[in-house]
């Protein structure tokens, strides 16, 4: 289904005659859908943890997830870990536009409004969110989400990454691209073992890898696990230029979903603010 039809239907209605909800009023008014939307709104996941999570038959999860991608809501890749799985994501962004646009279609004055910037943790009341990324290597996706978030939260966040087996350097389109599309430069960091981070506090581990979401050990400290399944953009393209564009694809696709972070982590800190 195209994005238009996610817009509110402007085709001329009868006289008398109640134009249909928009698209995205009835596929997020169906309680599953809804369950699914707001689970795939926390993280990346695959079926059978749909599944689980929604305590629902599988064939059903399956017909609902189906809808919602033909809805243009949910896409789908594979696991670079499991080639037989994939992992279901939520576009936010096209869910923001077809929300806005349904609101529009019952009064313009609903419209979206921008999320609250992050305050900075008091000094005596409170501490800084704390946020780990994670991914195998931790020479591409982990140090670009690193730098992105530490950018865009002035460092009101305190934030590393690490990888479960780190290589020896930064990949070189690592930091191009971060030069390159955001003026940001990480040239003199080196990558780090997760091993490194033991007994540190952290509030959100987001793994962006599927490898490693399935060897990232659990901590005592209990954070919020997230996972963004974005593949690895070292290994595509057999050229200089098809891999610098699978960097570019991949730092913009991080950056959109930091962007998506940021309300979130401006709610926690606000509430321990408050505490």
């Known amino acids: 289904m195209h994005q238009a039809y996610l817009m509110y239907d402007r085709c001329m209605v009868p006289s008398g005659v109640a134009a249909a909800p928009p698209v995205f009023v009835r596929l997020a008014a169906h309680p599953l859908r809804w369950r699914l939307l707001t689970e795939l709104a926390h993280s990346d996941y695959r079926v059978r943890e749909l599944v689980t999570r929604v305590d629902q038959p599988q064939n059903l999860v399956s017909y609902h997830l189906r809808l919602l991608r033909d809805g243009g809501l949910v896409t789908a890749t594979r696991s670079s870990f499991d080639g037989r799985d994939s992992y279901y994501h939520l576009d936010l962004d096209r869910c923001a536009e077809a929300l ?36 195998t290597g931790n020479s591409a996706r982990s140090p670009i989400a690193e730098a992105l978030l530490r950018h865009h939260t002035a460092e009101h966040v305190s934030v590393a990454s690490a990888g479960s087996r780190p290589k020896p350097r930064l990949h070189p389109n690592t930091i191009r691209v971060l030069r390159d599309a955001f003026d940001i430069d990480i040239a003199n960091q080196q990558p780090r073992h997760l091993d490194t981070l033991i007994g540190r506090r952290f509030d959100y581990v987001i793994t962006l890898c599927d490898k490693a979401r399935e060897v990232c050990p659990e901590s005592a400290h209990h954070p919020q696990r997230i996972h963004w399944s974005i593949p690895d953009p070292a290994t595509a393209g057999e050229t200089d230029q098809a891999r610098y564009a699978a960097f570019q694809r991949t730092a913009a696709d991080i950056d959109t979903r930091i962007g998506h972070l940021l309300p979130v982590l401006a709610t926690t800190q606000a509430r321990r603010f408050d505490s």
């Open 100 to 135: 806005t646009d349904s609101g529009a279609g019952l009064h313009p004055a609903l419209r979206r409004h921008a999320a609250p910037p992050i305050p900075p943790a008091g000094q005596q009341r409170s501490r800084h969110i704390a946020v780990l990324f994670v991914c």
